[in-house]
């Protein structure tokens, strides 16, 4: 059905009372204006108090509150942008307090001029605003759960996921003014928390698109996302985009850390193991109606999100029939290279049971996968890049539940909770 009909179907709904809205008649008055002052002038904004349920997720499989994940309310949100307060956190050894005075940022090893930068100094320099997507390598874990848990929620499926607008220098500025001895092959980044975390990334990633970011949707970066620095890594798994930026050391060599070789790898369905594999394949969810929620028969605007690490979103295509048909839906809002990007389809549901599902095509032409299709490529017992197509079961009785599909042949191995957002079931 193109756009023309369905507006011609939900004109005659409206008309026929098949959406049930209140009308204007027979004494219904507007809501009624507040009856005395109200609060006064304050110097912070506060969300309204019946919006106080609306909070990151934290496992309570959790071992420590240190180290894990806590995920953002992607089903509750809107837009492309993620409130501060809400964006997804990730942390391997807590949250450092760091005193912005005392902040110091080197760069050193295999350049010409080791060099210092204070707080204040990177923020006089030339900078940048990008819209960029972060997502955690571990989104998604609940996925290798079989069979799949019915009451998983969008939160949990792909809240390890967020947009920002993030201002900072260009990396490229810093290390062309140490300026690069021919040996420089690489970077390390090295956070400021009792981990000591450490990522290594190509010179070339490094030179293209890397921010070393202050600032977070216009204010300065909140601590759990890295104050008082950061790097943004576009399109690249969360755990390179290290937070808390203390140093970075110019080498001939990766690092080999614990974080890109004891974690951070991939299994394959053949037992191989791939590395260095950073970029943030195509991913879409659909966050209304989502698990949890209850529907009522009639019209519905399908809504969700679609992103990928190798650039812009092309098309987004939902399925209102479990995959027998899809329908292209559209795209709103700014479309933007490793951003989120917001998608929506009219329906008109009809009160029996149907399962919903999208999928999205970046501009390089690549999809998601079916949940068997990924299977088929990784491990059962992988723990990363998780982004098979996430199906929603809508019952007959408007209850949303998880809608993925057992798969077929062995058992998955003998599961343990755990995973970085204490969620999933890791070998």
């Known amino acids: 059905m193109n756009r023309r009909r369905f507006l011609q179907s939900l004109t005659a709904a409206l008309a026929a009372g098949g959406l049930r809205i209140a009308r204007a008649e027979g004494g219904f008055r507007p809501f009624p204006p507040a009856p005395a002052l109200g609060r006064p002038l304050q110097p912070i904004g506060e969300r309204a108090p019946s919006e106080a349920g609306v909070v990151r997720y934290i496992s309570n499989n959790l071992p420590s509150r240190h180290t894990g994940a806590a995920f953002a309310p992607i089903g509750e949100l809107d837009g492309i942008v993620t409130p501060n307060g809400l964006h997804f956190e990730r942390d391997h050894a807590g949250v450092p307090a760091i005193d912005p005075e005392a902040y110091r940022l080197v760069i050193h090893g295999q350049v010409e001029r080791p060099l210092m930068f204070t707080l204040a100094d990177l923020m006089r320099l030339p900078s940048e605003n990008h819209v960029y997507f972060i997502e955690c390598a571990g989104n998604g874990q609940n996925g290798y759960r079989e069979p799949p848990e019915p009451t998983l929620t969008a939160t949990r499926s792909r809240g390890l996921v967020s947009g920002a607008e993030w201002t900072g220098v260009p990396l490229r500025i810093l290390l062309e ?13 090295e956070g400021a928390d009792a981990a000591a975390w450490v990522r290594s990334i190509p010179i070339d990633k490094g030179l293209r698109d890397v921010l070393v970011a202050y600032k977070q949707n216009g204010e300065a970066l909140r601590p759990e996302q890295g104050y008082p620095v950061r790097l943004v890594v576009p399109g690249w798994e969360g755990s390179i985009q290290v937070k808390w930026l203390r140093r970075i050391l110019v080498a001939d060599e990766p690092a080999m850390s614990r974080g890109e070789t004891s974690e951070y790898t991939d299994v394959r369905a053949d037992g191989r193991i791939d590395f260095f594999t ?3 394949e195509p991913q879409s969810i659909i966050t209304r109606p989502s698990g949890g929620q209850v529907l009522a028969p009639g019209y519905h605007e399908i809504r969700g999100l679609a992103w990928s690490g190798f650039g812009r979103v092309d098309r987004v295509e939902v399925s209102t029939d479990d995959g027998a048909t899809w329908r292209r839906a559209r795209l709103t809002g700014p479309v933007l290279p490793y951003a989120l990007t917001r998608f929506v389809l009219d329906w008109s549901w009809d009160g029996r049971e149907t399962v919903l599902m999208s999928r999205v095509v970046d501009e390089r032409g690549q999809t998601q996968p079916t949940r068997s299709e990924f299977f088929e490529r990784w491990g059962r017992n992988n723990r990363y890049h998780y982004n098979a197509i996430q199906a929603w079961r809508v019952g007959a009785d408007g209850r949303v539940q998880n809608g993925d599909p057992a798969l077929a042949g062995a058992p998955a191995p003998p599961l343990r909770a755990g995973g970085c957002g ?6």
């Open 177 to 189: 003014e140490a300026g690069l001895k021919p040996g420089g092959r690489w970077i390390l980044a």
């Open 278 to 280: 950073w970029v943030m």
């Open 422 to 427: 204490g969620e999933v079931f890791d070998g």
